[in-house]
Structures are given as C-alpha cells and as structure tokens.
C-alpha cells in the first residue's frame, strides 16, 4: 500500500511539473515566409503575434503564395472591416501588375493600365 501511494504521488508531482512548464511547440506555427528579410524578428515574437490573429486572418495567410503572404497583413494592420474584400482586392492588383509587367508595359503607362483592368474582368478571386 505504501509503495501504490508513493508512486501515485510521483506521478502527480510529474504531471504538476509537465503542466507547470509548457513546451514552447504551438499547435498551429506561424508558416513559412512570413518573416521580413530586412529585419530580424525573433520567432518567438513572430509567433506571439501569429497567435493574435484570428482564424480567418491566419487561413488567408497561410494559404496564399509566399509573394502574396504580405497583403492579408497589410489589411490587417488597415484594420480594414471587409477583411475578405481587401484580401481579394489587394491579390487581384498584385498579380495584375504581374502579369501586365511580364507583358513589358512601361509602369504607369495607359497600356499597363488597360492591360490591368483587362486582367481584373477575369480575375477568380481566391476567397470568394
């Protein structure tokens, strides 16, 4: 009897200690090619951050290629109230300038213009 109240105890304190000091593992990381290449955050702070996002926030990050993973964030920090819209607004210009400078039209110019309202008409939004 004595040694079953000994082992439970131990197998409390253990349980007490595990609880007590948590792993620094998060069950959902913040994804790859988040991090500014200027500046060096520390993932732990980037993570802190990651966790502060709301589940729509961090779908529409996640599932966005990495060259197109920093327009949900700039609607973030717009606190725009259509989240969604901003999202699809800010992809839509994105890949059309894109396409319309992989056409060779001079930045700023009408062509280009007209090249990105074209590219818009049948633009799929990725979060409709």
């Known amino acids: 009897m004595k040694s079953f109240v ?8 253990g349980l007490v200690l595990w609880t007590a000091f948590p792993s620094t593992a998060s069950a959902d990381q913040v994804p790859a090619c988040t991090q500014s290449t200027t ?14 996002r709301t589940p729509e926030q961090q779908k529409y990050i996640r599932e966005l290629p990495c060259d197109e993973r920093y327009i949900p964030m700039v609607c973030i ?13 800010g992809v839509a210009e994105f890949r059309a300038s894109a396409s319309c400078q992989a056409k060779g039209y001079d930045l700023m110019s009408q062509e280009q213009l007209d090249c990105k309202n074209d590219f818009k008409k049948t633009f799929k939004k990725p979060f409709p």
């Open 6 to 13: 000994q082992a439970f105890f131990a197998l409390a304190f």
């Open 39 to 52: 500046r060096n955050i520390p993932q732990a702070r980037m993570q802190e951050w990651w966790d502060k």
């Open 77 to 89: 920090f717009l606190f725009d109230p259509d989240f969604k819209g901003c999202v699809n607004k």
